[in-house]
């Protein structure tokens, strides 16, 4: 968790309650890479609180884990009747995914999000990573490129020889020069790495379909154009841009912008691993008992757990966390 000031944080806290209040919103602050060992944090802060019927949701992160995007983009979905993600910087791959969960999409002047092709790790290299469309493209442009081949040589064979060569003669040759070419470069082509981008995109296209279906933000073509129109993985989706690909997308309104001008670096930059945030920022609904949303089957002890908040550690959720926790670290 980062290291905030007292008074910072008390600051925070009261901004972020009053916009609760004013608005029935639950407001989460998710600084931090997306990986599994975050989504159950979430997951046991939302079954730990009494819960308004909306949140808000402020993202900033590198990316990561789209199993874990698609698990934190769910918990919200289930648990609250709206779910709002405001992007006040840098929201990139996974991170676009939780994106795609939302019913609506807030993002400031310095928001970007960006495609959601997932990145493979580069063979016989260390901490190196391609996206996956980088093979397909690959592949696409070397069918394109022989093709093309293949079609110059028959057509100058045959306009050369003026048409003495017959077309089968012609096409042989071409043929040949064209497989002389290109299959030292095909012959490098790793089936079983093809195979793992391949499913790598498809891991991206179903989770972001799923998520889609229920936030109803973004149609099924959108969700492909995030994942495969896109020239690179760093690709800047600005809110501009995202308002072509989302149905709807507004500017932080001035109980936002004031909340976000008070986290100062939490919502501007990537935290480092030391200093990541993942909590509720505002208080808890008092005195009223939390009721399942969108078909969440969840019993009333656990929907009266919640006195903890989303970092204090306490409650049998958290505790189950921590043993889940320990056990995969040991």
């Known amino acids: 968790m ?34 599994r060992q975050y989504d159950d944090e979430i997951v046991a802060a939302c079954l730990e609180r009494e819960r308004r019927s909306k949140v808000l949701l402020i993202l900033v992160s590198e990316g990561g884990d789209p199993d874990a995007a698609y698990r934190i983009a769910r918990c919200f979905q289930d648990h609250y009747d709206k779910f709002t993600c405001l992007v006040p910087s840098y929201c990139k791959s996974a991170g676009t995914l939780i ?52 079609e110059h040589y028959f057509m100058e064979i045959k306009k050369r020889s003026r048409d003495t060569v017959t077309f089968k003669t012609a096409a042989e040759i071409a043929i040949k020069l064209t ?10 082509i790793d089936p079983m790495h093809v195979g ?52 709807k997308v507004r500017k932080p309104n001035a109980a936002e ?14 935290l480092r691993e030391t200093q990541t945030i993942r909590r509720f920022l505002s208080g808890e609904k008092r005195g009223v008992e939390n009721v399942p949303t969108n078909g969440a089957a969840e019993s009333s002890e656990e929907s009266k757990s919640g006195e903890a908040s989303a970092d204090a550690g306490e409650g049998p ?11 995969a670290s040991e």
Request: with cysteine; aromatic share 8%.
């Open 2 to 35: 980062s290291m905030e000031a007292p008074k910072q944080r008390e600051s925070v806290e009261s901004l972020a309650t009053k916009l609760a209040n004013e608005f029935d919103t639950d407001v989460f602050l998710y600084n931090s890479p997306t990986t």
């Open 99 to 150: 994106t795609v969960g939302a019913h609506e999409l807030v993002m400031t002047d310095f928001g970007e999000l960006g495609p959601l092709d997932i990145q493979l790790v580069k063979k016989d290299e260390l901490w190196e990573t391609q996206s996956g469309l980088t093979v397909m493209s690959a592949l696409d442009a070397l069918k394109e490129k022989s093709f093309s081949t293949f």
């Open 179 to 188: 497989a002389g070419l290109f299959s030292p470069i095909f012959q490098q």
């Open 196 to 247: 793992e981008a391949s499913r790598a995109q498809a891991i991206a296209q179903h989770y972001g379909l799923r998520l889609a279906f229920c936030g109803k933000n973004i149609s099924a073509e959108n969700v492909d154009a995030l994942i495969s129109q896109y020239p690179a993985h760093g690709f800047v989706v600005d809110r501009t841009e995202a308002a072509s690909l989302f149905n």
């Open 257 to 270: 912008e004031q909340l976000i001008k008070v986290l100062g670096d939490s919502a501007s930059d990537i």
């Open 317 to 327: 959720e958290r505790q189950a966390v921590v043993r889940r926790s320990a056990a």
